[in-house]
């Protein structure tokens, strides 16, 4: 998960300085990362089940409109 790792590291770097020894601080940047990380994944997940499930409708689009003449 290379993109996760990059989108990690960005926000370490952002949002903390190695310097900083606060405890606190760096429990709450790690929390961020970590929640960070999951909504992504699960995103990530998400698209490929939806690409998967139109694949398997023969590449058809979610939506159709419906062509009973109104």
């Known amino acids: ?3 996760l790792d990059d989108v990690e590291l960005e926000l370490r770097h ?3 300085d ?3 020894q606060d405890p606190d ?4 940047v790690d929390e961020v990362v ?3 990380r ?3 994944l ?4 998400n698209g490929a089940q939806a690409a998967r499930q ?15 003449s109104k």
């Open 1 to 3: 998960m290379s993109y």
């Open 14 to 16: 952002k949002y903390f």
């Open 18 to 20: 190695e310097k900083d």
């Open 25 to 28: 601080y760096r429990s709450y």
């Open 34 to 36: 970590k929640f960070v």
């Open 38 to 40: 999951e909504k992504l």
């Open 42 to 45: 699960e995103s990530y997940k």
């Open 54 to 68: 139109q694949i398997q409708r023969g590449g058809q689009p979610k939506t159709q409109k419906s062509k009973a």
